[in-house]
């Protein structure tokens, strides 16, 4: 029994060959007027075209258009060749390419499952990156954000070294939380001043935060030589309005934001031997300008962080913003300092060992710390379970 679809590919495979079409029809024992038929309807809607129409509509129905079919793949490939500092972070999905079509005017825009279905028809897929498992939040007390400049999250990446230098390089990391907008610096060591101002640096460039997240490294949580004492990094977020919050210790997945941003970026600026300072802090604000103005987010509305932020009104640190970085007072506010409870029912806030209960081991528990009163309280799944004086030591 003759297979027809069989017959047309073959004489296709043939004509691109450079077959004669009087070779094409003897080989294939049909008629010159069917090769040339199958062969035009090649041309116009590539190896698709070789399958029956529907007889109804005489149409393939939702067919993407060739021509925008190529663009898609051509977008690909060239987001995928990293060829340029423009696309060398780049995201390459569905959203990217479809955004690009927008910028170019092509109609009809395609969905986010057709570009995807194209893609993986012509083998451009990549396996999903999986960096960080995802994490269940409803009893997980941690600040969550639904709006640019909610939550910033805050980390040091290190110590990293150059070709053929001793020096122990980091990389400082701020990261919106929610719209995913980046600033980063690369520096030598990871000192208190340079953290006081990499964070200054940030909010004259990101905005103030309502919030900033740390893990607990003795440059953000640290309390120096006396328990209940505040660090200048808390004392700098305090000063300008900011609520410090600090994750669990040992929980740096619970920093998931800015966790998976140092996953996805690490590899690909390390794979290149960089022998100068000056290289990396070169190739880091490529990263960044990449990330804020061209990776493109469906929470976002299929828009960059820069697009985004467009539309807010951001407070911004003034750009000869000045403060007293070694005598910085400790202004009325509070932090934040979230703890697992372990079995003996003891929990630290700032040096100092505070009784929560064994009845609440291995639960989450909030600390709100409040400068003025001088107290904390302890919540626990929203419930308040103790507060007490809490004399600070301020110097």
Not at 77 to 100: C, D, M, S, V
Not at 195 to 219: E, K, S, T, Y
Not at 286 to 303: A, E, K, P, S
Not at 311 to 340: C, E, H, M, Y
């Amino acid at each position: 029994m003759r297979n027809e679809l069989s017959d047309r590919q073959h004489a296709i495979r043939m004509r691109l060959a450079s077959e004669p079409i009087a070779t094409i029809y003897r080989t294939l024992q049909r008629s010159e007027s069917w090769v040339r038929k199958w062969w035009h309807r090649y041309l116009s809607a590539g190896g698709e075209g070789l399958y029956d129409l529907s007889r109804a509509h005489n149409t393939i129905v939702d067919r993407t258009p060739m021509h925008i079919e190529r663009a898609i793949l051509a977008i690909r490939r060239r987001l995928n060749a990293h060829a340029t500092a423009q696309t060398r972070y780049a995201f390459i999905g569905a959203a990217t390419i479809r955004e690009e079509l927008v910028g170019l005017e092509f109609k009809p825009i395609p969905t986010l499952r057709t570009i995807e279905r194209i893609l993986q028809r012509h083998n451009l897929t990549s396996p999903r990156l999986r960096l960080a498992r995802r994490l269940p939040s409803s009893s997980y007390p941690g600040p969550q954000a639904h709006d640019t400049n909610q939550v910033h999250q805050v980390d040091l990446v290190g110590p990293r070294y150059l070709t053929g230098n001793k020096t122990k390089f980091y990389f400082y990391l701020c990261k919106d939380a929610f719209d995913q907008a980046v600033y980063a610096e690369f520096h030598a060591g990871n000192d208190l001043e340079q953290v006081l101002v990499f964070l200054i640096h940030a909010w004259q460039r990101l905005g103030l935060p309502r919030m900033v997240q740390f893990d607990n490294g003795r440059q953000f949580y640290g309390a120096g030589r006396y328990a209940r004492s505040l660090n200048r990094v808390i004392r700098l977020a305090l000063r300008l309005g900011v609520e410090p919050v600090f994750i669990p210790e040992a929980r740096p997945e619970r920093n998931g934001s800015v966790e998976n941003f140092n996953g996805w970026f690490q590899p690909l600026v390390l794979q290149r031997p960089f022998a100068r300072a000056a290289d990396v802090r070169r190739e880091l604000r490529h990263l960044v300008l990449t990330v804020n103005d061209q990776h493109v987010h469906q929470g976002l509305g299929f828009r960059t962080p820069t697009q985004y932020r467009r539309s807010k009104r951001l407070q911004k640190l003034p750009a000869r913003f000045t403060l007293d970085l070694k005598n910085i007072p400790v202004a009325t506010g509070k932090l934040t300092i979230i703890r697992w409870v372990p079995p003996h029912g003891y929990v630290d806030i700032l040096g100092e060992s505070v009784k929560v209960g064994r009845r609440l081991r291995f639960h989450y528990v909030k600390v709100t710390v409040e400068t003025h009163p001088q107290r904390f309280k302890i919540y626990h799944n929203g419930h308040l379970i103790k507060q007490c004086v809490f004399q600070l030591h301020i110097s």
